[in-house]
DNA sequence: TGCTCCGATAAGCTGTGCCGATGGATCTCC
DNA sequence: GGAGATCCATCGGCACAGCTTATCGGAGCA
């Protein structure tokens, strides 16, 4: 059976004979009988009576009939479904992002995506650790990832979104220079308040600290997952954070003292995507996301 | 678009690999995945992110796989439904058959049918006149006849059932002779209760009139086209008839006086067909007419 | 009794679906 | 870290399936 043979047979019952059927679908009409006669020998059964010069839908014909036409409408479903995919006004896009990236610049661009395609669903993942932005891409797990990488392995490309900016995050009331710029030195004599080995996080504030003073032994005061504790353990007094920018600035509006440090610390942002063709969704969102550096 | 392609697809998401997927149809694994492929380029849509070693459902593919699947259990559903039409689980037989005929031998075939084939529907018409049994079955409408032909155009065929007498049924306190047949000619002076012009019963009536006087005029009391009528019609005195047996016999059971005619008039009883194949179900009680004659 | 219309059949061609073999890439295991 | 295993894509070649044109046979119609 065929979905071929299928929309002959419907054709035959819409035109009432081989003959017409054949000149609107269009193909020859041997062909179409041809067709119809194969499908009847393979169902056992004649789907039509040939009597004379006309033909009319036997038993057996009207059985097959409705799945039949049942199945046309499947196929049409199954190739609009997909249509709407490609044409963006359906389908699903997987982000994996790294939760510091999610504030900023996530958020604006993903809001003017589903602006842009409101019926596509984007699912924001987190990674286990900052490697995994490259490994859920990797693995399929997520279409795109948002992580500060500036390299990917081969098979995988990058598309740089920018540079970020670290602060550091003082409790209120922390005197500052006038310059305002912190020297990391200064940053590495109070508690600090991280998140676990293996983060993204993690990893800057040990560079940071190295490219100060390679012996230099600061004293880590909090280790958390909860990077939404950060903030307020700062506030508390429990000691410094870095943070990327935009999250530094909100605790100053809470309060916090910030100061960007001194040498510059930065991170890269890029967007990680396997290298080939993207589905249209994570393409469209790649363009709108290099279109829109910050 | 094709089911083949849509079942490879399926069986690509369902066996996770192409390569197992190709091994469960069976086919290669390089058809399979050029049939992927194919399918891909006419849906202008990567169905499976290819990720090296593994393969993904890619979006456009999760908006495929639904209807995919759904036309593909269509399918089934069409070759079970000729199937069951086949097997004579399911279906429909037409028959057209003289209303005279209905009562015998038409009830008890259907009856047998019926509780051999629980599952077919039998849809018993009757036919304009007495030619349209025949014409009936030419054009399609019903797929076997019973009437009381004895022959039947090219591209008919006819299975004879056998014969079946016609009686005389006068009303109720008619003497009789001994020997309880009546002549035709007797049954003349009677005012003659019958079927309008064109039905099988009329033309009986009439070749048997003329058979024993053809310059006779006799006469035509009642022409009505409600045969259920005609024994009330005869109970109430209102003239002769000449029915079938079967109906003669119920008519007696009533009161009415019957006898066979002399010369003895009877008429022939046929499944009329298309010649060439049958629909199972109509294939199926043809077999049973024929093999169970009266 | 031709004439026309319709479906089946015949013959030939083209496209395509399949297979085996091979290549490239990745993952795994020692 | 290297060798092997696994998996998908590509290539070359072959066979079959579906299509087309041409023709036949039968049925309805004037």
Redesign the pocket.
């Known amino acids: 059976m ?1 979905l ?1 043979q299928a929309s002959y047979v419907v054709a035959v019952v819409d035109h009432g ?4 059927a054949a000149a609107s679908i269009p ?5 179409l ?6 499908l009847e020998r393979e169902l056992g059964a004649e789907l039509f009576h ?6 009319r839908l036997s038993p057996a014909g009207e059985a097959f009939l409705e799945p039949a036409r049942q199945m046309l409408r499947d196929a049409e479903v199954a190739r609009a479904a997909v249509a709407d995919v490609v044409g963006l006004t359906s389908g699903r896009l997987d982000v994996v992002a790294l939760s510091t990236l999610v504030a900023e610049p996530l958020v604006g661009l993903v809001g003017r995506f589903r602006r842009m395609h409101p019926g596509v669903l984007v699912r924001i993942t987190e990674p286990e650790d900052a490697d995994a932005v490259v490994g859920d891409v ?1 693995s399929g797990a997520a279409e795109l990832g948002l992580g500060d990488v500036d390299e990917v392995p ?2 995988l490309a990058l598309d740089p979104l920018g540079r970020q900016a670290l602060f550091a995050v003082l409790p209120p009331g922390t005197g500052l220079a006038d310059d305002r710029r912190l020297p990391v030195a200064r940053l590495a004599r109070f508690p600090l308040i991280t998140t676990p080995r293996g983060t993204s996080s993690r990893r800057l504030l040990g560079q940071a600290l190295r490219l100060a003073d390679p012996d230099a032994d600061p004293e880590i005061g909090v280790v958390t997952q909860h990077r939404e504790a950060i903030v307020p353990l700062v506030m508390a007094g429990a000691g410094a954070a870095i943070l990327p920018e935009p999250l530094a600035r909100a605790a100053a509006a809470l309060g916090a003292v910030i100061a960007p440090l001194s040498p510059r610390l930065e991170r890269p942002v890029a967007l990680v995507r396997r290298s080939g063709p993207l589905s249209p969704a994570a393409e469209a969102f790649r363009q709108l996301a290099v279109g829109n550096p910050f």
């Open positions: 065929d071929r004979t081989f003959t017409a193909v020859s009409q041997p062909a009988s041809q067709a119809v006669a194969t040939r009597l004379g010069r006309q033909v990797r081969a098979g």
